[in-house]
């Protein structure tokens, strides 16, 4: 089976544009989440959707939004986009096992870079 | 805010050598998950422990889980230089993970 997969890989903007990453899971795997990973705060959980349906939701503001599609593709997009959003973005997802079952399976991640 | 917070935050040790790094938390959970990365890379996941175990291996890594103590600790046995990465806990409640900082793992040759 193919991994998880993102695209882009790198992505640099310009502060106030805003921009949209994609996440392929795992064939047959219907859970996604997102996070964001910078030095200073670690790995920060974005949201999770679950057949379209967004489960959970971190503590970012509202810039930060995301959907799900019928075939378990994923999106996330920044709007307004400030210089601290730089980070590398990794999304993950999870198989139906059951919520209490499952380990997530992370792509390479979109490594973002707000100029 | 983080659940789970590694220890020690940096451990180098010399090829061959076991590596033990620590990870508490703060509340209930109902399984926790270690997992490693490369610089930079996604996270690649090694082992999950339910609440209700109590210690799990796969191959070289073991781990275990005290509930009272809310605290885990993955030991790596005879460590390789491939083992050099970035190693996190995350702890599971209702259908959320929420990771800790990390420990940094630098085997020396």
């Known amino acids: 089976k193919a991994g998880v997969t993102q695209t882009p890989r790198y992505l640099i903007k310009t502060r106030g544009q805003q921009v949209t990453l994609s996440c392929s899971p795992i064939?047959?795997?219907?859970?996604v989440s997102w996070y964001q990973q910078t030095p200073g705060q670690g790995l920060q959980f974005l949201f999770e959707y679950f057949s379209e349906t967004q489960r959970n939701k971190g503590n970012f503001p509202g810039r930060f939004s995301g959907r799900q599609f019928s075939n378990s593709r994923s999106e996330m997009n920044v709007s307004t986009l400030e210089l601290g959003d730089s980070a590398l973005y990794l999304c993950?997802?999870?198989?139906?096992?059951?919520?209490?079952?499952?380990?997530?399976?992370f792509g390479p991640g979109t490594r973002l870079t707000v100029t | 805010s983080q659940q789970g917070e590694e220890d020690p935050q940096a451990l180098s040790i010399q090829e061959g050598e076991n590596a033990t790094m620590n990870c508490s938390y703060k509340t209930s959970i109902n399984n926790l998950q270690w997992y490693r990365q490369n610089s930079g890379r996604g996270l690649v996941h090694l082992i999950l422990?339910?609440?209700?175990?109590r210690e799990k291996h796969s191959g070289r890594l073991r781990v275990t889980l005290d509930t009272s103590k809310k605290s885990s600790s993955l030991l790596i046995t005879a460590s390789r230089a491939a083992d050099t990465a970035s190693y996190f806990c995350a702890t599971g409640r209702d259908d959320k993970i929420i990771f800790g900082k990390g420990t940094r793992l630098h085997i020396l040759p």
């Open positions: 064939s047959g795997h219907r859970s």
């Open positions: 993950a997802s999870r198989g139906t096992g059951g919520h209490l079952s499952g380990a997530w399976y």
């Open positions: 422990i339910r609440s209700n175990e």
